[in-house]
């Protein structure tokens, strides 16, 4: 079996923890594992690791990729080179099995940043997904609703099939009412956004319904190379799965998903899946209450005390800090949409910025300078680069550097110190089996990330 | 005339802003005079700069003094050796003016954290205050109560004097029912804790009520130093003003305080006094809202985002965030006990701390070692050191150091950087017309402030 994985996202509905360049999926919600982590995992029961994709889009190919590689080696990453919603993203991945492999294999795609615990129930639906996809059906997972919610598309069903049922519609997000009588009714379903099917058939639908997509995907040439061109890329329409194909075939089922199943869209869905205590309370990182209830109290770095305040979300991050009510937490949208208005930096990235090599924190920036802690981890490196608008000064706080400068190499122990000047060729080594950790001050009269010119680059950036 | 402002403070109320080592009077709420300064101006309408004089616990005396500097040179400061409660600092002080001065004058005192923006109104009363005084009455400053407020002590007036009234008794603070019945009455005033009287009236009625606080004061010597030795001061009951004596003299007098008058015991009187938008918010720093009402919400240094909240006070610091319930704001108290508890460092120290040469910031801290930024002001100095337990990296960013070292001089540039090695004898300094920032990076098996020897300090420390 093959299997996709969507891996893009906008990181709105949980600002501040998620952000435009660090979304959902990338967060580590549960424990050590992240959402695409748990996900790739997931799919390892039944496809085996070069027979599933993860596609998502160029900002965070290199992100999704680190991860992906810490679970198993030589994963296949597709960046989509611009941001034209699900459908392209799916096709283009689909062709790049039907290139690829001899077989008319089943498909699955999955979004990466759903939460699922029970893995054996899933499989099993999987299973049942399989019989219906190898009699030429497109199979959609439906969750039962257990309430009228109003944030999700629905789909409904008709005659029943051996192993689920036939589709009669898909039908979008309801109005109270309506999502009230689609429970009742019981032939409703939320519409999962995971989805299967033969190869063939999926292509055959694109054809018959989509040409514009076929015919460009007809044209990527993945048999010397992974990359999605852009020129190709650029001529796609941008819609949904949804739209360009399940709303319009004739060949959709639905198997109604066995597992647990949670999208973690809002805040308020994520406290829903996490342990309470006595009081209702989810209390995580260093957080201290008196007399709240039924409140989500979040820190990840610095004291959160709350008083009095019953039924709200309250998220600390190292760079902003956001407070809803608990009820209307699918409104962080709005304070994103203002911020991104303002064009503020903390709408797409975090404060810690993560890289293949490590991650790196601003301390505090002021006129002409920068200052940073860079944590290179062990047997990592940074490309060999220069600036042409800033000299550096590293000291070293814990573990050991092996920097390179103008080709020589220093190797300097917790307490030393190095300057890089202006355009002389550098880099932060980590040879050793401990962590490295520096302050970095940067001084210049242009300081930023693009001020970089890559000579070597270990991790393909150059 | 003679003035005594008490300048000690617990700094739990407006937690986090104030803290233990920075209370609330030193706190600039409104623009750009800390609630202190403003203190000290309105007293210089009837008082001059030699006749004033602020009495502070000794953890506070720096921040007192320096603050008071920046009004007026050579004001007169004196440090409580031990934290006793108001009585034995206002004998204290009462006896530096009895020492020191030839004449019986009169004397106010004063809390150094109230708002009073009305100066005229209070100078008024002030006046008034005076005739009666000057007839042998120790008067208290009364406050009309506007609405039944459960958090002050009461005064009750019954014969009415020239300027004033005769006070019949103090009356604790009363339970709701009972402050309802004060409101109504008419006879009763809130205890603004601003009281005046004769020096020689004062001191007699410490002689007749606390002979132990009177024989203390008396072993105190003003002619040479005006250091409180705290082999007398310890031995001082711990006791406020109010019990040692108004409650109990037959001398009281009240007059009606004219101006406006808040003394900032809660987050809520804060927002009390603050100018509000169209939703009733006072928003304050790097704020973002929807959907918020009534509400206080205030960023110190990051973006603070709220969404859909009602009558909440949300407070960001550099290192601890506060929620609570508008309605209910004095429960801060209640966090601040229970961190207490837990020893947190946030209950008593803001991470930036203010010094007579300047501030510094922790910006990290690690196993062996820790970073702060450092900003010395023009034509300061710190003091020449040396540390047992640590070696010192300092990089600078802004401005130009001077820096002693072995009895070297050196000048350092922005983006210089130097060495300071264990047990070094070093200064940083700053002679120059623009502010000095620098990154220190700390390494050394134990670190804390305590490790310093000081040579020698321009403030007096060593």
């Known amino acids: 079996m093959k299997a996709i994985i969507l891996a893009g996202g906008s990181g709105s509905r949980l600002w501040p923890l998620s952000r435009e360049l660090y979304p959902k999926q990338l967060l580590k919600i549960e424990e050590d594992e992240s959402l695409l982590q748990s996900t790739y995992e997931r799919l390892l029961n039944f496809a085996n690791p070069q027979d599933i994709i993860a596609i998502t889009n160029i900002k965070h190919h290199s992100d999704v990729k680190t991860q992906l590689q810490k679970i ?45 615990k029970n893995t054996k129930l899933f499989t099993d639906t999987v299973k049942e997904g399989k019989e219906l996809a190898e009699k030429g059906y ?13 944030g999700y598309g629905y789909v409904k069903t008709n005659e029943t099939l051996c192993k689920g049922y036939k589709v009669e519609k898909f039908v979008e997000k309801p109005d109270k009412e309506t999502a009230e009588k689609y429970l009742k009714d019981g032939n409703y379903y939320w519409n999962s956004g995971i989805f299967m099917g033969k190869i063939s058939v999926f292509l055959e639908e694109f054809e018959k319904y989509e040409p514009v997509i076929f015919n460009n995907i007809k044209q990527l040439n993945y048999k010397t190379s992974t990359n999605i061109d852009f020129s190709i890329y650029k001529n796609m329409p941008s819609i949904s799965i949804d739209y360009a194909i399940m709303e319009k075939s004739s060949k959709i089922a639905l198997v109604s998903l066995k597992s647990d199943w949670n999208d973690l869209g809002s805040w308020q869905s994520l406290y829903d899946v996490k342990p309470k205590d006595e009081n209702g309370n989810v209390l995580q990182g260093n957080v201290i209450t008196d007399n709240v209830k039924n409140s989500f109290i979040y820190s990840q770095k610095e004291l959160v005390a709350v008083s009095g305040l019953e039924d709200i979300i309250l998220v600390e991050t190292e760079d902003a800090i956001m407070a809803c009510n608990r009820h209307n937490s699918q409104d962080v949208k709005i304070l994103v949409e203002k911020l991104k208005a303002k064009s503020s930096e903390t709408v797409q990235l975090h404060k810690t910025v993560f890289r293949p090599w490590g991650y790196y924190t601003c ?16 047997k990592q ?47 932060l080594q980590n040879p050793y089996n401990d962590e ?14 693009d001020d970089i010119i890559r000579y070597n680059d270990i991790y393909g950036r150059v």
């Open 72 to 116: 198993c080696a030589g994963n296949i990453n597709l960046a989509e080179p611009a941001a034209k919603n699900t459908a392209p993203a799916i096709a283009s991945a689909i062709e790049y099995f039907k290139q690829t492999s001899e077989t008319d294999d089943i498909v699955i795609i999955v979004p990466s940043d759903h939460l699922i």
């Open 138 to 150: 497109l199979v959609t997972f439906g969750i039962k609703p257990t309430y009228p919610e109003t």
């Open 363 to 378: 301390l505090n920036r002021g006129e002409g300078y920068l200052t940073k802690t860079i944590c290179v981890m062990p």
């Open 381 to 427: 490196k940074l490309s060999i680069q220069s600036h042409n608008h800033r000299s550096e000064h590293w000291v070293v706080l814990e573990g050991k550097a092996l920097v390179v400068l103008n080709d020589k190499e220093y190797i300097i122990e917790a307490g030393g110190s190095i300057d890089i000047p202006l355009k002389a060729k550098h880099s």
């Open 436 to 449: 490295l950790k520096i302050v970095e001050v940067q001084k210049g009269d242009y300081i930023s990330e």
